[in-house]
């Protein structure tokens, strides 16, 4: 027993969960993306990679390296699963893989020089955990040897959404094979050429030693090990190096290069949901193919991807091969074979600072959840619902005031060190630059209209002063 305790304390995992997740959108949001939904089940896809990782990984060695967007969001989701808030390294830009991968990499190999990684994207789709972690203990094997390694996925069939490698078979190591190329998401008639090369998907989950993957790092990418290495050195001279960063994935500045690259045929289900068509190929259908939620009403439809709202059905007559996504603030309809676009038309709604590519409407926090109403110049109006025994910080903001009616339930308000309980109908106002707290002490539900007032109304205009839940 303490064999295998002792083996299992060089095993690392990190997830990577910084992405935006763009071309789900509008499900997706910058804010909350696509890692942070519920797509296939009752657990959000940083949740299944989580659990998948810690059956086999210590828990203390498990670390997820993101955004400081999505920090909060991402600790509530894992805490309950184990996570310490110590373990979710921060980028304070996103710079893609390359950078996040160097970050980990370092912090972890100051805390172990016999560190091995499995580094896993967190919004993939496994099959089966346990061929996962065979696989993944296999593969351990190999980069104790100093060997970078990628996972292998034989293609079902021909896809423009995913990167190929070439292998030569000729050339193998304990099962694996010499990388000979990599191939960036080929045109259709390219992927079914590859196809018969017998080129493999590349799965976008690596495993090597930390000290393997510096050292390559440093020799192809030395600005971005200069970077890392300076993390928990000198912050401040970090945080100018790291903005100035090239943005580039680890495939890109160092697999592509590197001579100690081999690749292990997957022995593994495995997708990537890159892309709404892939999520239709993924999810349980009708005898028509379709996926339809509750909110839609449909006649002659076939291979469709159709969600309504509770707010709003959709109705669908004689389509094929369509998807059609309503949320709140937004409807995306797109021709199946035409989803890989999402993206670019997303960063069109960016460009056009519309709040769609944002965040929802609904925003949901650890204490409840609110939703924008209305918002204009120097306004916005939010219901706020807060669940029962839970408050929010005690916060102040320097650009806005606030008016506060209680719509139902009961209501504790701290405004500087005074007390207030409102009832429904009641209402009160927070000055600016004041600190306050609003409180549901009761067992029921209380819900709230917000009405905000000034000249700069976004969520970043707060300082916490308390929080229940470690928000800083």
Known sequence: MKKSKNNKKHL???????????????????????????????????????????????????????????????????????????NIIREPFQKNTAAAIALASKIIFERNKEAILLISPSDHIIGSDSDFIKAAKKSFEIAKDGFLLTFGIIPAHPSSEFGYIGADRKKTYKGAFKVKKFVEKPTPKRAKKLIQEKYFLNSGIFIWKAEAILAEIKKFLPKIYRAAELYSRNFNEFLKIFRSLESISIDKGVLEKSKKILVLPAKFQWQDIGSWKSLHQLLPKDTNLNILNEYVISENCSECFIQGTKKRIVVGIGLKNLIVVDTEDAVLVSHKNHTHQVKNLVEKIRKNNLAQYLQHPTVYRPWGYFTVLEEGKNFKVKKVLVEPKQKLSLQLHRKRAEHWTVLSGKAKVIIKNKSFNLSPHQSIDIPIKTKHRLENPSSKSLEIIEIQSGNYLKEDDIIRFEDKYGRK
Do not use: C
């Open 12 to 86: 690392f995992g990190v997830i990577l969960a910084g992405g935006s997740g763009t071309r789900l959108w509008p499900i997706s949001r910058e804010l909350y993306p696509k890692q942070l939904l519920k797509l296939t089940g009752n657990k959000t896809m940083i949740q299944q990679t989580y659990i998948r990782l810690k059956k086999f990984i210590p828990l203390e060695n498990i670390y997820i390296v993101t955004a400081e967007s999505f920090t909060n969001d991402i600790y509530f989701q894992l805490k309950g699963l184990g996570l310490n808030r110590k």
